[in-house]
């Protein structure tokens, strides 16, 4: 079991990582077309939080792959901040372009659902230390 947690929190290393390239990105396309396009207060915000789930989704993933019991704070934290997000989005962007990719990021989320009550289990079971 204790080879599935490591790969586990390898895998949320890497989706934490790939979270926060997708808010650096979003920053530089802001900055960039800053002159042509105003951002809302909104889109920072949604920035801020995509930028702040990309680093618990990392601290997550670490602290499983070191089958850490910090994980299971980890991933709730990062459980807590991607339902808060999602929730949000859904009321201030209901007929968004962007709903498709909400919906990928639902997907993600109930994955991450997953494996968050799976790290739950893991102190019972042992895994975690």
Same mark, same amino acid.
């Given at each position: 079991?204790?080879?599935?947690?490591? +790969?586990? !929190? *390898?895998?949320?290393?890497? &989706?934490? $990582?790939? @979270?926060?390239?997708?808010?650096? /990105?979003?920053?530089?396309?802001?900055?960039?077309?800053?002159?042509?396009?105003?951002?809302?207060?909104?889109?920072?915000? +949604?920035? !801020? *939080?995509?930028?702040?789930? &990309?680093? $618990?989704? @990392?601290?997550?993933?670490?602290? /499983?792959?070191?089958?850490?019991?910090?994980?299971?704070?980890?991933?709730?934290?990062?459980?807590?901040?991607?339902?808060?997000?999602?929730?949000?989005?859904?009321?201030?962007?209901?007929?968004?372009?962007?709903?498709?990719?909400?919906?990928?990021?639902?997907?993600?989320?109930?994955?991450?659902?997953?494996?968050?009550?799976?790290?739950?289990?893991?102190?019972?079971?042992?895994?975690?230390?």
């Amino acid at each position: 079991m204790e080879w599935a947690a490591r +790969a586990i !929190g *390898v895998f949320y290393v890497l &989706g934490g $990582l790939m @979270l926060l390239y997708q808010a650096w /990105l979003n920053w530089r396309l802001q900055q960039a077309l800053s002159g042509l396009v105003s951002t809302s207060l909104n889109e920072h915000l +949604a920035d !801020g *939080v995509i930028a702040l789930g &990309g680093l $618990l989704v @990392l601290a997550s993933g670490l602290a /499983l792959a070191a089958l850490s019991a910090w994980a299971v704070i980890a991933f709730l934290a990062g459980w807590t901040i991607q339902a808060a997000y999602l929730l949000w989005a859904n009321r201030s962007y209901p007929n968004d372009p962007a709903a498709a990719g909400r919906r990928r990021a639902v997907h993600a989320f109930a994955a991450y659902t997953a494996a968050t009550a799976l790290v739950l289990t893991m102190p019972l079971m042992g895994v975690l230390g």
